[in-house]
């Protein structure tokens, strides 16, 4: 039997009031499929919406993280051109330490740390009293500027141990015992030890019969509350609150977190959470906790 011919005759043979109920009950009948559409393809937009937000947050931030990178290598040059800073580490003088004057300097500038090498890296004068010689900082950049580059600024990734020889403290602001946080990519570790910098070097003008001398500074972004701040307060302003999420920013070093805008307690946002994988895998390309 015709299951749809049955239900014609019966709409037909009916009354003027069945047809009326029916003709009503019909859109409610059909709400459960319309729900059905609605919830698959408002998800699909909802994520397309957020994806779309994560990727014009991150290109914001990159563009001043650029901006950040290009400021302090201008202070670098600056340091580099300094006609007093070069008399200094070419001839030392009985009443005025180079050492002294570089700890100004990096005072003045906010950098975490500042030294004048040779061509070897070693060291000629250093802003926290690093003695004359040693070696200070041996990282791609460096070596590249040393060479014979023009000068350079970059993010580099040094350990616990060169972050003690940059300056005095670094080591312990970098060092971060690891939370273990669900969803976040597992690891053995228990403490993470390195610190991620901003790091600039430059070469100084060149002296007839003498070598050539290079400025290095820098600022380590591990805990460090300006940084994240200033890229909240851009954000605040452009593309980061079109969606109404506020002004949240929060620095990772691979999987680790180690600088974030959020306030909180130690439960809400702790130093050394973990990243979650999938905030990981969208955000960010793959890089493991070493």
């Not at 820098?218 to 300006?226: A, D, E, H, S, T």
Request: glycine letters at 12%; aromatic letters at 4%; hydrophobic letters at 45%.
């Amino acid at each position: 039997m015709n299951v749809c011919a049955v239900g014609r005759r019966i709409f037909h043979r009916g009354g003027l009031k069945l047809r009326l109920w029916v003709l009503a009950l019909l859109p409610l009948a059909a709400l459960p499929v319309l729900a059905v559409i609605l919830v698959l393809t408002g998800n699909v937009v909802a994520e397309r919406l957020m994806q779309g937000k994560v990727e014009s947050d991150l290109a914001v931030t990159h563009d001043h993280l650029l901006h950040v990178q290009s400021e302090v290598l201008s202070s670098v040059n600056s340091l580099a051109n300094t006609a007093r800073i070069l008399e200094l580490a070419m001839h030392s003088e009985p009443h005025v330490s180079l050492n002294d004057v570089l700890a100004s300097r990096r005072q003045n500038l906010g950098f975490d740390f500042v030294a004048v090498l040779d061509e070897s890296g070693k060291i000629i004068g250093a802003g926290d009293g690093v003695r004359s010689g040693e070696d200070y900082l041996d990282t791609p950049l460096v070596r590249a500027v040393l060479s014979g580059g023009q000068g350079m600024s970059g993010l580099e990734v040094v350990s616990g141990d060169t972050l003690r020889r940059l300056a005095r403290g670094l080591d312990d602001q970098a060092r971060l015992p690891l939370v273990d946080t669900p969803l976040a990519a597992p690891s053995s570790a228990n403490l993470e030890s390195r610190g991620l910098l901003i790091l600039s070097a430059a070469p100084m003008p060149e002296r007839a019969g003498r070598g050539r001398l290079f400025v290095v500074g820098g600022v380590l972004l591990n805990r460090n509350y300006g940084f994240v701040d200033y890229l909240a307060k851009i954000g605040s302003e452009g593309q980061l609150r079109s969606m109404g999420g506020g002004e949240t920013v929060t620095l990772f070093l691979g999987d680790v977190r180690i600088a974030t805008t959020v306030r909180g307690g130690m439960e809400s946002a702790p130093w050394g959470a973990g990243f979650l994988r999938s905030s990981r895998n969208r955000c960010l390309t793959a890089d493991r906790r070493g």
